[in-house]
């Protein structure tokens, strides 16, 4: 890129000479963007005829396109430029300005000042926001804390809430990080018997996993509407810590729910809400400056086939950038028979079993950066078959396993008498 000259440089010039000097930095800033000058005039709505004059240095551009051409320059790059560079290209721009108008130009400066003034204000404003909430997600841990913090408020123990910061601790450890730019699948199980507590478990090993980066979490929550929609509100309560709490953490860590108490997943236009936008085009949606700011979404639906179909048929409209995706997977249904563990296969399953793992198996596909964390009763591990093979995460061995501990006092979710 040509960088405009010095501030000393420009004001010892002869006269005339900015004009062609701001032309050559446009033309060497366009150029990276990689676009026709008509491709590019359609983008920003601009008329072609005086985009290529502005170019030629044959008209004297106003700071409005200036501003854009960086703007554009910016998201190629993906990332800010320099306050130092573009202080040069305005004040090359000014100079322009002033021996063309002379003092007539007075107002077009000072006009220029606003916006510049304006610009910056609100690029410290966004970087301070972004700065807010990449400090309070990666190092506070906020859904984590307002979690805990919920539960204390009803009553429970010191020792319970030792224990699930332990459980889902050892559990988030085991995953994959999400800003990592290796990509695998990770499989974990935690042991929890029946009546054990584990939405809440599962709520806080979500929380942590939002607080990490993780920006979408599918929850499987068995075959029938009354336990989906039974583990939709406990979840919502736990991930919005109370109802008072709703309005503060959607303002400043928005969680997209696309699902509902009363609603199980249900078919959208194009798959539009898991489309994830990129603040900065150049970089995957894992680095840190996009993740952090991109608003997860939760999903809490049945183990059903019309509505795995539905799921599985918007996730392939939304594309292959979902592939950049670090997504978290949650079943909260026992696998019956849990095969891969045990020494051999103890009953055929059904059809409607079998499409639902085949479902849940190209589901898993779209996304490479899912991990997927199982809840079983009990896990025994008796000579399995050397033969035996499975591709489903499901059905394979697990990567990780951790025990919940049950018997445990007060895991369940209802409040301590």
């Not at 002033?98 to 400066?109: C, H, I, P, T, Y």
């Not at 606003?114 to 970087?127: G, N, P």
């Not at 997927?372 to 033969?387: D, G, K």
């Amino acid at each position: 890129m040509t960088l405009p000259p010095d501030d000393d440089q420009i004001s010892s010039s002869p006269a005339g000479p900015a004009l062609p000097v701001l032309a050559e930095t446009l033309r060497s800033l366009f150029k990276e963007l990689g676009r026709s000058q008509r491709d590019f005039s359609a983008h920003v709505h601009w008329d072609h005829t005086a985009v290529s004059r502005y170019l030629r240095g044959e008209r004297l551009p106003p700071w409005e396109f200036v501003g854009t051409l960086l703007r554009e320059v910016e998201t190629a790059r993906g990332e800010p430029m320099s306050p130092a560079d573009r202080d040069r290209i305005a004040a090359l721009h000014r100079r322009a300005l002033e021996e063309r108008n002379g003092w007539s130009a007075l107002v077009q400066v000072l006009r220029q000042d606003s916006q510049l003034a304006e610009e910056r204000a609100r690029r410290a404003e966004t970087e301070l926001q972004a700065l807010a909430t990449n400090r309070q997600a990666q190092d506070e841990s906020w859904r984590w804390s307002a979690f805990t913090s919920s539960l204390a408020e009803r009553g429970w123990p010191e020792t319970s809430l030792t224990a699930l910061d332990r459980v889902t601790a050892r559990t988030i450890a085991c995953l994959a990080d999400p800003t990592a730019e290796l990509t695998y699948r990770t499989t974990g199980v935690i042991t929890a018997g029946a009546q054990s507590g584990r939405t809440t478990i599962g709520a806080g090993v979500i929380a942590r996993a939002l607080d990490a980066g993780y920006r979408l979490v599918i929850v499987f929550s068995g075959t029938l509407n009354l336990l989906r929609s039974q583990t939709q509100r406990r979840l919502e309560e736990a991930l919005l810590a109370s109802a008072d709490a709703d309005q503060q953490l959607q303002t400043r860590f928005p969680l997209l729910r696309l699902t509902s108490e009363e609603s199980d997943y249900r078919s959208m236009p194009s798959g539009s809400a898991l489309q994830f936008e990129k603040r900065h085009k150049a970089l995957p949606l894992f680095a840190p400056p996009n993740l952090y700011p991109t608003v997860p979404r939760l999903l809490v639906v049945k183990q059903n086939g019309a509505v795995l179909r539905k799921l599985l048929q918007d996730l392939r409209r939304a594309g292959p950038h979902l592939e950049e995706v670090p997504a978290l997977i949650v079943d909260f249904e026992p696998s019956r028979p849990y095969l891969a563990l045990h020494g051999g296969v103890s009953g055929d399953k059904t059809a409607a079993k079998t499409t639902i793992d085949l479902l849940r198996s190209e589901i898993i596909k779209l996304l490479p950066r899912a991990q997927l964390v199982r809840f079983e009763n009990q896990v025994t591990c008796t000579s399995p078959t050397p033969t035996m093979q499975s591709e489903s995460m499901w059905d394979g061995p697990p990567d990780f396993v951790v025990s919940a501990h049950p018997r445990e006092p007060r895991w369940a979710w209802e409040d301590p008498a």
